[in-house]
């Protein structure tokens, strides 16, 4: 069984990517930045961006078949290691119960200079 989840995105026929894919029990969300409408959302907010982020791969989990309680891995990139602190904040308050294997790593920009964070989750289903 393969899934894929869009993001809307124009630039998903392009560049050959889904928001996610679910082959089997296995859910994989693409790199989500904060994007709302077009445009960035929360501007210079780590946190904002950070939880917006992971609310729409929690959306396309879901739209796939999963649950939250099903995610294994989340990855954190910021643009400045520094405020991982404030992304911390925000993936504890969507992640204090399932407690997944988590990574925070810097990176040196975005595809836009005003995402300071993007999101990467996998998820494992109990059953297919």
Aim: net charge negative.
């Amino acid at each position: 069984m393969r899934k894929l989840v869009s993001s809307g995105s124009h630039l998903e026929e392009p560049i050959g990517f889904s928001r996610a894919c679910r082959v089997g029990n296995v859910i994989s969300v693409s790199g989500t930045a904060p994007i709302k409408n077009g445009e960035t959302a929360c501007i210079g907010d780590v946190y904002g961006q950070t939880k917006y982020c992971l609310e729409l791969s929690i959306q396309a989990i879901q739209e796939a078949g999963g649950n939250p309680t099903d995610i294994i891995r989340t990855r954190i990139m910021l643009t400045a290691i520094s405020r991982w602190e404030e992304a911390a904040k925000a993936h504890g308050e969507l992640f204090s119960t399932i407690k997944p294997a988590c990574t925070f790593v810097e990176v040196s920009r975005f595809i836009d200079l005003t995402w300071l964070v993007e999101t990467e989750v996998d998820c494992v289903l109990d059953q297919v």
